[in-house]
């Protein structure tokens, strides 16, 4: 699975935004550095969610 990120300003603070696959998840943080460690956070949990669910599995 494709995983990309982005940060932009915006007015408020800092938008970042991750998509993976047809998922697509964002956010507003108060400094680049707190959108930057959000966005990482982010991506590494869309990648690896699906690996982990398949190796425990419901039941």
């Given at each position: 699975m494709t995983v990309e990120?982005?940060?932009?300003?915006?007015?408020?603070g800092?938008?970042?935004t991750v998509i993976a696959g047809d998922r697509r998840v964002?956010?507003?943080a108060g400094t680049?550095?707190?959108?930057?460690?959000?966005?990482?956070?982010?991506a590494f949990f869309?990648?690896?969610?699906?690996k982990l669910a398949a190796l425990y599995p419901k039941g």
């Open positions: 990120s982005s940060i932009e300003a915006i007015e408020d800092w938008r970042w964002s956010g507003v680049p550095e707190r959108a930057a460690e959000a966005a990482a956070a982010t869309e990648e690896t969610a699906p």
